[in-house]
């Protein structure tokens, strides 16, 4: 496994589709073992091929509502069914230190195949929804800041932030 650089905004990279994973060999199970390490390395709650650099369908989210938290593999995923809606802060490890407020349902359940091919359906609610729908829209080369209502201050962050680790 090897950390793998976070494509920043501004890299054509960020804006393209990306291919169906077709192989599911050792060369797939070798960029999703480095995203893994990539995203735990980094703090965020899910990462896509995209932001690494490699134009597949590869996502992975880290389910927080599981101890210790697990990272779900999604190979081609698919927004399948959505249930609800929430509003709350979101940003982006490929676009650093911007916030905004944008709207996702608050239950998604996703089809997708595993490391092997294998196909299943995963359902997540609030911060995992919220992390499938923005990680699956990097696979259609599309960045969180298309979908925010209004954009964030640093001062407004740092007071959620506050507020956040008081409950």
Known sequence: MALRNIVKKGDDVLLKNCREVKDFNPRLHKLI???????????????????????RRVVLVLDTKVEPNEIIELINPEIIETEGEQEGPEGCLSVPGVWGIVKRPMRVKVRAQNRFGETFEVEGEELTARAFCHEIDHLSGVLFETHVSRFLSQEEMEALYAENEEE
């Open 33 to 55: 073992d480095d995203m893994r390490e990539t995203l735990l390395d980094s703090g965020g709650v899910g990462l896509a091929a995209p932001q690494v650099g490699v134009l």
